[in-house]
């Protein structure tokens, strides 16, 4: 019996394959514009753009969103675009 994975096969666990789009911090941004960015791209609430803007500010990251590639890739752009530090990993 081959263990082998057939090429469909690894592209499936590619594509499901969890990842994290983590938000750093940076000197450039304010609080008001991070928590902005947050409601509007990621569909925080208020409460939440705000608690995560203090976690980053603190403790240098914070995971903002968990996901496939495909769906974080977006969100990374999008804040990447309005000047905010962000990586996939």
């Given at each position: 019996m081959?263990?082998?994975?057939?090429?469909e096969?690894?592209v499936d666990?590619?594509?499901?394959?969890?990842?994290?789009?983590?938000?750093?911090?940076d000197?450039?941004n304010t609080?008001?514009w991070?928590?902005e960015?947050?409601?509007?791209i990621c569909?925080?609430?208020?409460?939440q753009?705000?608690q995560t803007?203090?976690?980053?500010?603190?403790?240098g990251?914070s995971?903002?969103?968990?996901?496939?590639f495909?769906?974080?890739?977006?969100?990374?752009?999008?804040l990447?675009?309005?000047?905010l530090?962000?990586?996939?990993?």
């Amino acid at each position: 019996m081959s263990t082998k994975l057939k090429w469909e096969e690894l592209v499936d666990v590619l594509e499901v394959e969890q990842r994290k789009l983590i938000l750093h911090n940076d000197d450039h941004n304010t609080f008001e514009w991070v928590i902005e960015c947050l409601i509007d791209i990621c569909k925080y609430t208020a409460v939440q753009a705000e608690q995560t803007s203090f976690i980053v500010h603190f403790k240098g990251k914070s995971t903002v969103k968990e996901g496939v590639f495909e769906k974080l890739r977006p969100m990374k752009d999008a804040l990447s675009d309005r000047g905010l530090s962000v990586t996939i990993e």
